[in-house]
């Protein structure tokens, strides 16, 4: 029973903690570069927890043999470079709250991926996906009501979030494809050094670059934030409930994470969306609870006994 609590409580430490990055993120952007951002961020959390796996489980936990290698940094592009780094990008145009409904499509985007490459899906998948497609729609025809990103509120950028959504979910799924390496915190360890890397390299090409006279201390603050607490914890709580609890269980992070970055935009930065949005954002998270329900159901998922 203990145990099954602990893995509830690591739980919680993801919804809360996952659902903030939006928030964060608007905080840096600020005064940020949004690409400079993150590359430092995942450098920052990349290094810390591959010297944390080193130390833990000695550094022969973070040798990869060359086919795991390249799954890693595919891995590594997909997810923190391609996916959070257009997230960053898009926040400068959505608020942070519409942000996380918009990437609360990406397991909606994996059912996709799945059916062409062969896995077909159950017909209640399908009619979630639907759902969740109607749900999309309803929130991009919002255009530029409700309140915007950083530096404004153009058109565009609601499909600049489904872009990089699309790129969290394809790096997803090739991890489940292709070969990774048997620690799963070395995983995520140079997933983050590859894709901060990358956002690095390509801030410094474009020319970013950060005065820190400029950055206010709330800007810091949640920079660190991002870096450490977000990289180290976050993680570390979702491997620890993804072992203790039913997978179907722990991808409820999924609509719990964009409920909670709605409140705290609302609460601490005022944002603001209008009954278009918040229609459309509640059939997304709807669309989202039914493709779940409907894959425990296929792989008949039990809880596991408690320890």
Partial sequence: MQNRRTAWAALGVVYVLWGSTYLANRLIITDVPPLLSGGVRF?????????VVALVAGAGALRMTRPQLATTALSGVLLPAW????????????????????????????VVLRALTGDRPRAATVGGVAVGVAGLALLLLS??????????????GPWLILLAGLGWATGTFATTRLPVPANP????????????????????????????????????????????????????????ALASLPVSTVATYAYVNP??????????????FSALQVLGGA????????????????RGELAPSAA
């Fill in 259 to 272: 409920v909670i970055a709605v409140l705290l935009g609302v609460l601490i930065v005022g944002e603001r």
């Fill in 185 to 240: 915190f070395a995983l995520a360890a140079v997933q983050m050094l590859v894709g901060g890397a990358v956002l690095l390299a390509v801030s410094l090409g474009k020319g970013d670059r950060l005065d820190p006279a400029a950055v206010s201390p709330v800007a810091w603050w949640a920079w660190a934030y991002m870096a450490v607490v977000v990289s180290l914890g976050a993680f570390s709580a979702y491997a620890y």
């Fill in 83 to 110: 996916g959070n780094g257009i997230v960053t990008l898009g926040q400068q145009q959505v608020s942070s709250g519409l942000a996380a409904l918009l990437i609360a499509a990406v397991p909606l985007y994996i």
């Fill in 43 to 51: 450098l920052v959390g990349g290094g810390l927890l591959a010297l």
């Fill in 283 to 298: 059939v997304v998270l709807v669309a989202v609870v039914l493709v779940i329900a409907a894959e425990r159901r296929r």
């Fill in 143 to 156: 255009g530029s009501s409700g309140s915007g990103g950083t530096v404004g509120n153009a058109w565009w």
